[in-house]
């Protein structure tokens, strides 16, 4: 099977002990946002990663609207920023 192009998708109980073809272990909660970061950066907006690279920037443009410089979440867990996301959301009188 090729996994060049596979699209892992997580959910609750993924482990980073995870395996897919190779011996290959996906970036996963721990290291998810730092491993995106140097996968784009050197990547153009056009190729194959095209939407991908599209997507990511666009991520990284909102950081700054919610308080949030990339820098200081690179290694946070993805359930820290979808947790920070859900409170700022949710308690707007506190932003």
Do not use: C
């Not at 920037?57 to 308080?67: C, I, M, R, T, Y």
């Amino acid at each position: 099977m090729n996994y060049h192009r596979a699209v892992l998708v997580l959910g609750a109980g993924a482990s980073r002990g995870a395996r897919i073809g190779g011996g290959k272990t996906p970036p996963l909660d721990l290291d998810f946002l730092a491993s995106a970061a140097d996968f784009f950066k050197g990547k153009h907006a056009r190729g194959p990663h095209k939407g991908k690279v599209k997507a990511w920037k666009a991520f990284a443009a909102h950081l700054p609207g919610v308080g949030l410089k990339f820098s200081e979440i690179r290694h946070w867990r993805l359930e820290q920023l979808s947790t920070f996301l859900e409170a700022r959301a949710s308690l707007r009188e506190f932003s």
